[in-house]
């Protein structure tokens, strides 16, 4: 990733995969997605975070 080299904005997410009583029959992303905590309690997925430098610009 690039320096900063001024004001940057990141936000994240969570992208669940499935319910946690389900998690045994998941065969998809098996190896990718983990077990998480977020403000809003426990998931099993992924997080996605975005960063953006400009109002307009996404990396």
Not at 6 to 30: Q, T
Not at 41 to 52: A, C, D, E, N, S
Request: with cysteine.
């Amino acid at each position: 990733m690039d320096q900063c080299d001024g004001l940057s904005f990141v936000d994240s997410s969570s992208i669940e995969v499935c319910k946690r009583y389900r998690i045994s029959m998941n065969k998809v992303f098996a190896g990718i997605v983990a077990s998480s905590k977020t403000t809003k309690g426990w998931f099993y997925g992924l997080k996605l975070h975005l960063i953006t430098k400009e109002p307009s610009a996404i990396s």
